[in-house]
C-alpha cells in the first residue's frame, strides 16, 4: 500500500459529475417512490407517473389511465397556456397507435424538456418550457428515515410542484391532478368522494362492495392543504368523451366545474369492464404569482391495500377472489389512505427533516460521487416490490421482481448474504429475518432451509424442490447474526437465537467436511444454485468466518465448550486450505477431475472467492487467512476478471454487459483448463459481486481499483441503456446489489460496536479535510476529520443526528 492511494483527493478521481441528471431522453430511468413494504409508483425522466406498484406485487409497465398532472397558467394580457406536466414523449412512439392510446393522453401539449436529479430519497425534476411565463420544477418523496421503519413504511408519496414567475405582472397557475379509480374495477362499484376535514381537502377513492378481508380491498387518496381548490368528477363516455370534457374544462379558466355541461350519452351495453369504464377525478390548486414570487402546488398522493395472498407465490391461488390472506404491516398503522395523508400532513415537518437530514449526510460525504451513487441508488431495493413486511413486523424479501411477480421466494439467505444496506440502516429489521434464518427455518439438526417457506406456514413447499442446505447462506447467516449483534448492541437477539446458531454452525463439520480436517469439502450447495465438490475457498472463506464470528458470541456467552471447538477448528482449517488451494496468485478449488462433475471452476479465478474474507472485514473480526495471500488474491481477482470491453468475449449466460461496457467476471481461466462446463453464471457481470469485490479491494488498500469497478457499474446504468435505481439480476432491484454499502465502510474505515457503544474511523481517503455519513443500530449523524495544518494533527468528532442510545463513544484510531 503506498501513500498515494492513502492520500487520493477527491479531483484526482476520475471524471464524473458531481450530481447526477438525467434527461428526458433517459427513458429508463424511473425513481421510485413509497415505504417499506407499501409497493411504489415511480417518476420517469420526464415527469410521468409509471410503474404503479401498489397492488400488492411487482407491476413493471402499469400504468393508471387518465392519471397525470397539468398546469394551467394565465399572465396578464396574455393568452392562458395549458399543458401537461411532463415533458414531451420520446421515441419509440408505438404505444401512440394502440386503440386505446388516448388513455394516456399522448396527443396533449406538454413541456419542451426536462432534467431530472436523484439525492435519495428525494427526486428533482427541473422543466423548460418556452411558451410558459413561468419556471417550473418538481420536488417529490416518500419520507425516509433510517432507524425509523415505521415512519420510513408509510404508503404515500408526496409531490411538489414549485412555480416561479418570471414576469412582470401578475400570473394566475392551477395545477390539477387527475387519479382514475382502480379500487372495485371488477365489480363497477368505485366511488370517488370528495372530502374536506380540518385543513385538509381531497379526494378519497374506494369501493364500498368489498369487504375489508377480500384480496382486492383498499383505498387511495389525493390530498392537499392549499386554501384555493376545486374538483371534478370526469364524465362517463366512449371514446375520448372523458378527456375531451376535462380539457376544455380546465384550459378554458383552470378552474373546474363540479358538473359537467355535455349531453350524457348512452353507452354501448358491455359486460366486461375496460379501462373506458374507470372513474375519473381531478383535484385543482389555484394560485395567484405576484412578479418574481415562487409557490409551492403540494399533493399528497396516499394509498391503502392492506391484503396480500399467503403465499410467496401470488398466482399460488385458482380461487383468486377468495385466497388465504395476510396483512402489510403498514395495515396495523394506518385504517385507510385518508388517514395515511392526515398522519403525513400533520407531521410532515418532523418527517421532512429527519428525510433531509440523512440524505444531505449521506450526499455530503467526502467520497467520490459515483460511490454515493452506488449506495445511494441501491436503497431502493428495500422499498421495492422486492420487499415486504406482515402484520406481526416480519420482514421478507424475494431474491428480485419479475415484472408481475416476486423472483425467487423465500428470503434467500445465500443471496442476502451479500446485501448491507437494510443491516445499517433498519437493523430491527434485518434481525427479523434472523429470527425466521434460525428460529423458523434452522431444524434441531442444525439444518437450516435457505428459502424460508415456514414463515407462511407451509414447510411442505421444502419437501416439494428438495432443496439441499446452501453452505454458503447458512454460513453466511451465523456471521450476520454477529453483525446484528455488534451493529445493534441487541444481546438479548442473541441469546435468544445462539441454541440454533451454535447447531447451524456444528452442522458444517458433519456435513460438509467429510474427513474432519475442518476443510469443507463435500457437496456445497450455493448461490450459483449448483454445488461445488470439493474443497474452495468461497465456502471455506465463509466457513471460517462463521467460526471466528461463534468464537466470539460463544465467549460473550459463556459456552466454552463451543468457543474453545470454533478456535481449533479455526486456526487448523484455514492453514490447512492455504496450503492445499493457495496457487500462488489465488485460491482455486481442489478436484481430481474438474468434469467429473458439471458446473465446477477448478483452476479458474473467482470473484467471490474470498465473500467470507469481506465479510469479516465488514463484521470487525480481521483476517481469517494469511494477510498477504488475501492481498495478492483480491490483486489478482482485478487483474484478471475485470474488462475494460467484452466486443471480443464469448458470454454464453445473461447480457448484464455489452460489449462496449465495462465490468468483472464472475470467473476467468489465467492459466487454462476451463472446465467443459463451468457453473452457467461464469461469464456473467453481476453488480452485487462486483461492489463486494470492489469494497475488498479498498479494505485491502487498492482503492484506485475498487473504485474503478464501482464507476464501471454506475456508468452501465446511465438512465438510457439500464434503469440508475434499477440493478437488475435474476430480476428487477435485486438484493445482492445491496452488497454497495460495504463500500462505504471500507473507505470510512468505520467500526462499530454496540455492545461496548463505541464506533471507530480510519478513513482511507480525503484524509486531511473527511466527512462520511454513519450509522450503527442505536444512532445515526455525521463523521468529520480535519488535519490542523499548523500542528500536524487531526481534529475528530462525532454529529449524532437521530439516536436511541444513551451515548455513543469515538474510539481514536490514528490515521496513516
Not at 410542484?161 to 382502480?182: D, E, F, M, Q
Not at 444512532?779 to 500536524?792: E, R, S
Amino acid at each position: 500500500m503506498n501513500s498515494k492511494q492513502l492520500l487520493i483527493h477527491k479531483e484526482e478521481m476520475p471524471n464524473y459529475p458531481h450530481r447526477r441528471t438525467f434527461k428526458s431522453d433517459a427513458s429508463e430511468a424511473a425513481f421510485l417512490l413509497g415505504g417499506i413494504g407499501t409497493g411504489n409508483v415511480s417518476i420517469g425522466a420526464r415527469g410521468e407517473l409509471r410503474d404503479w406498484e401498489i397492488f400488492n406485487r411487482p407491476a413493471k409497465g402499469n400504468y393508471l389511465p387518465y392519471t397525470f398532472f397539468a398546469i394551467w397558467v394565465k399572465a396578464e394580457n396574455d393568452k392562458a397556456v395549458a399543458k401537461i406536466l411532463e415533458s414531451k414523449l420520446q421515441p419509440p412512439y408505438s404505444e401512440s397507435g394502440h386503440g386505446f392510446s388516448f388513455l394516456r393522453v399522448g396527443g396533449l401539449p406538454r413541456l419542451d424538456s426536462s432534467t431530472m436529479r436523484g439525492e435519495y430519497p428525494f427526486v428533482y425534476i427541473d422543466f423548460e418550457d418556452k411558451n410558459l411565463p413561468v419556471k417550473v420544477s418538481l420536488e417529490a418523496f416518500t419520507p425516509f428515515i433510517p432507524l425509523n421503519a415505521n415512519d420510513s413504511g408509510i404508503p404515500a408519496a408526496i409531490i411538489r410542484y414549485k412555480i416561479t414567475n418570471n414576469t412582470n405582472s401578475l400570473v394566475r397557475v392551477s395545477i390539477a391532478g387527475s387519479l382514475s379509480n382502480p379500487i372495485g374495477f371488477d365489480s363497477d362499484d368505485s366511488k370517488n368522494d370528495y372530502r374536506e376535514e380540518n385543513d385538509i381537502k381531497g379526494l378519497y377513492y374506494h369501493s364500498p362492495q368489498l369487504a375489508p378481508s377480500h384480496l382486492k380491498y383498499g383505498n387511495m387518496a389525493m390530498m392537499t392543504t392549499a386554501k384555493q381548490v376545486n374538483i371534478k368528477n370526469w364524465i362517463e363516455g366512449m371514446f375520448a368523451d372523458r378527456i375531451q370534457d376535462f380539457w376544455d374544462d380546465f384550459s378554458s379558466d383552470g378552474i373546474l366545474e363540479k358538473k359537467s355541461s355535455t349531453v350524457p350519452t348512452k353507452l354501448m351495453p358491455s359486460k366486461k369492464r375496460t379501462a373506458l369504464s374507470l372513474k375519473v377525478s381531478s383535484l385543482v390548486i389555484c394560485h395567484d404569482l405576484l412578479p418574481g414570487e415562487t409557490k409551492q402546488f403540494e399533493f399528497f398522493l396516499t394509498w391503502y391495500f392492506p391484503n396480500r395472498v399467503q403465499s410467496w407465490d401470488e398466482d399460488s391461488y385458482s380461487d383468486q377472489s377468495n385466497p388465504p390472506i395476510v396483512r402489510n404491516y403498514y395495515g396495523k398503522l394506518f385504517t385507510d389512505a385518508w388517514g395515511v395523508g392526515e398522519y403525513l400532513i400533520e407531521n410532515i415537518q418532523k418527517l421532512e427533516k429527519g428525510s433531509r437530514d440523512f440524505s444531505s449526510a449521506l450526499y455530503n460525504t467526502t467520497v467520490p460521487d459515483f460511490v454515493i451513487d452506488a449506495i445511494a441508488s441501491n436503497i431502493t431495493v428495500i422499498r421495492s416490490p422486492t420487499c415486504f413486511r406482515l402484520e406481526n413486523g416480519t420482514f421478507l424479501g424475494y431474491e428480485g421482481c419479475d415484472d408481475t411477480k416476486g423472483s425467487c421466494p423465500g428470503n434467500c439467505t445465500h443471496v442476502w448474504n451479500y446485501a448491507q444496506s437494510m443491516a445499517f440502516l433498519f437493523p430491527e429489521l434485518e434481525q427479523s429475518m434472523r429470527i425466521t434464518d434460525f428460529d423458523l427455518e434452522t431444524n434441531n439438526q442444525g439444518e437450516m432451509a435457505f428459502r424460508a417457506f415456514s414463515v407462511f406456514g407451509d414447510k411442505s413447499k421444502q419437501k416439494i424442490f428438495k432443496f439441499p442446505p446452501a453452505a454458503d447462506g447458512q454460513l453466511g447467516s451465523i456471521i450476520r447474526l454477529y453483525r446484528e449483534w455488534k451493529l445493534s448492541g441487541n444481546s438479548k437477539l442473541l441469546k435468544k437465537l445462539w441454541a440454533k446458531a451454535n447447531k447451524a454452525l456444528d452442522f458444517a463439520f458433519g456435513y460438509w467436511d467429510k474427513d474432519g480436517d475442518f476443510v469443507l469439502d463435500g457437496e456445497q450447495h450455493n448461490t450459483y444454485d449448483i454445488e461445488f465438490h470439493g474443497p474452495n475457498s468461497l465456502t471455506n472463506s465463509l466457513f471460517f468466518a462463521a467460526l471466528k464470528a461463534g468464537i466470539e458470541m460463544a465467549k460473550f456467552l459463556g459456552d466454552h465448550e463451543h468457543s474453545t471447538k470454533y478456535q481449533e477448528a479455526l486456526e487448523k482449517g484455514s492453514k490447512k486450505m492455504d496450503e492445499i488451494l493457495w496457487n500462488g496468485e489465488y485460491y482455486i478449488q481442489k478436484i481430481d477431475d474438474v468434469n467429473e462433475y458439471r458446473h465446477q471452476y477448478g483452476t479458474g479465478c473467482l470473484s467471490d472467492q474470498l465473500f467470507g474474507q469481506l465479510l469479516a472485514h465488514v463484521v470487525g473480526l480481521g483476517y481469517i487467512l494469511p494477510e498477504k495471500h488475501v492481498k495478492k488474491a483480491i490483486e489478482s481477482i482485478y487483474k484478471y476478471n475485470f474488462r475494460t470491453e467484452f466486443a471480443n468475449y464469448d458470454a454464453v449466460g445473461r447480457t448484464y454487459v455489452l460489449p462496449d461496457e465495462k465490468g468483472l467476471l464472475m470467473c476467468s481461466w489465467p492459466k487454462g483448463n476451463k472446465p467443459k462446463i463451468p457453473f452457467g453464471f461464469s461469464s456473467e457481470v453481476w453488480t452485487g459481486t462486483e461492489y463486494q469485490v470492489a469494497a475488498h479491494l479498498i479494505y485491502e488498500g487498492l482503492i484506485n481499483e475498487g473504485l474503478t469497478i464501482i464507476k464501471a457499474v454506475r456508468e452501465r446504468h446511465d438512465g438510457y441503456r439500464r434503469n440508475p435505481w434499477n440493478e437488475m439480476e435474476c430480476g428487477h432491484h435485486y438484493v445482492r446489489s445491496m452488497s454497495s454499502w460495504a463500500i462505504l465502510l471500507a473507505l470510512s474505515g468505520f467500526r462499530y460496536d454496540m455492545v461496548k457503544e463505541r464506533v471507530s474511523f480510519k478513513p482511507v481517503i480525503n484524509q486531511e479535510d473527511f466527512l462520511t455519513f454513519w450509522s450503527t443500530g442505536k444512532a445515526w449523524g455525521v463523521y468529520t476529520q480535519k488535519k490542523n495544518m499548523q500542528t500536524g494533527l487531526y481534529e475528530k468528532s462525532l454529529e449524532v443526528l437521530y439516536s436511541k442510545a444513551d451515548d455513543i463513544h469515538l474510539v481514536d484510531i490514528p490515521s496513516t
